[in-house]
């Protein structure tokens, strides 16, 4: 009985020893498979930590890349303000360009014309006799006419008729002529009086009037005999003769 009691117990211890070794492996298995599991967490969690990071280093790129461009755009909107202003201010100034050219314009096409200058009493007579010594005999005619016009007690009067006398005698206006000279030729306070003589024997000897063109030349003689007229009558003379 005794023995079959120690038996028993020593059946029974080696169960117990049994059961205690099958579950110290059994906690080892599963505190390994728990510190595998702890491990692969970890390292999960270390990935998705690399991933977080790597996705927010991403996200600061992209903020820092859009705050760039926000800056380029300022900076691009602040020249195209600039451009926009200066085209303005150019517009304007253009504007105004043509706004004072056409003022311009219209005051010039309004403005009165420039008058001719004023010509002296002395600058007039000798502008007709410039006409007469150019054969333009017409223009003279009516410049001494505008002259003794303008100028009737002028000391040049006589001198302006004779003159005018040679631009009609110039132009075979003898008639016009013969009463230019005869004024002048008739006017005791007349220089030039001898010099009108010959122009009335000139215009005598054109028309054929050989005896009243010798007359004249006759008168100078006796009026003028000291004058350069009387030389050239004497000339004449002789050649008529």
Partial sequence: MRKLLVSVCLMGAAGIV??????????????????????????????????L????????????????????????????????????????????LYVDLDNRVRTLETAPPPSAPVLSEQQVFDSAVALVKGGKHKEAIASFDKFRTDFPDSKLASSAQYWQGVSYAGSKNYKAANAAFGAVANNPEAANAPDALLGLASVAAATGDKKSSRKYLVEILERFPQTPAAETAKKALTAVN
């Fill in 18 to 51: 049994h059961a205690g070794l099958f579950d110290d492996e059994v906690a080892r298995q599963q505190v390994n498979d728990l510190t595998k599991k702890v491990e692969q967490l970890q390292k999960d969690n270390q990935q998705r930590l690399q991933m």
């Fill in 53 to 96: 990071e790597a996705g927010n280093k991403r996200v600061l790129d992209l903020v820092r890349q859009i705050d760039q461009q926000r800056e380029e755009i300022a900076q691009l909107r602040g020249q195209i303000e600039v451009l926009q202003f200066n085209q303005d201010e150019a517009g304007k100034r253009q504007k105004d």
